[in-house]
């Protein structure tokens, strides 16, 4: 299990991304464990913790974003041992 933290910069906030990542994540059925929230700077933060095959699944959609987004970087920290401290995937607030 590897635990990534993604940060998205453009525009990610007031577009539905948060909730676009949340049900994507669940329309692909993929078990990760973890979460997505605002930051008080405009980017979007996405920690999740699963299997690399999912994980990479996760930030290539985080890359493209909803119809409304304008994603213009992601940035990636991959840690390989993501301990599972978090539970079911969902929005923080």
């Not at 008080?40 to 996405?46: C, F, L, T």
């Not at 994980?55 to 599972?84: D, H, T, Y």
């Amino acid at each position: 299990m590897e635990e990534w933290s993604l940060v998205v910069s453009g525009r990610v906030q007031g577009v539905f991304y948060r909730a676009s990542v949340l049900k994507f994540v669940q329309n692909e059925k993929l078990n990760l464990r973890g979460f997505i929230k605002n930051l008080s700077d405009g980017r979007v933060q996405v920690l999740a913790q699963g299997e690399t095959v999912e994980l990479e699944k996760l930030a290539l959609f985080c890359r493209q974003g909803p119809p409304l987004a304008q994603v213009e970087e992601v940035q990636i920290n991959k840690s390989p041992n993501g301990g599972g401290k978090y539970g079911e995937f969902a929005i923080h607030y």
